[in-house]
């Protein structure tokens, strides 16, 4: 579990999750997004896979990831609720 969260310590591997949070996006977009090169956005969504965080679906050339699953969008969710949280 310690690996699982040192791989979010990311902040490009975060914001890329906070995008998928919201809706199925492409590589390209993700990358206009972040303001990263489509290269560098391949390569994080390679780890991401890797850690089972998101999957994908080719449609043409195109390839759109989304989150892997329900678990990984309440997670999420759930810690940014708790940091939105007032003491």
Do not use: P, W
């Not at 560098?40 to 043409?60: D, F």
């Not at 810690?79 to 949280?85: K, P, S």
């Amino acid at each position: 579990m310690a690996d699982f969260f040192s791989f979010l310590g990311d902040a490009n591997r975060l914001r890329i999750l906070s995008f998928l949070a919201k809706k199925e996006l492409c590589v390209s977009d993700i990358a206009t997004q972040l303001d990263m090169s489509e290269s560098a956005v391949s390569h994080q969504l390679r780890n991401l896979r890797a850690m089972r965080l998101v999957n994908y679906r080719k449609q043409g050339r195109h390839v759109f990831y989304r989150l892997h699953d329900n678990h990984i969008l309440e997670l999420y969710r759930a810690v940014a609720e708790h940091l939105d949280e007032k003491d």
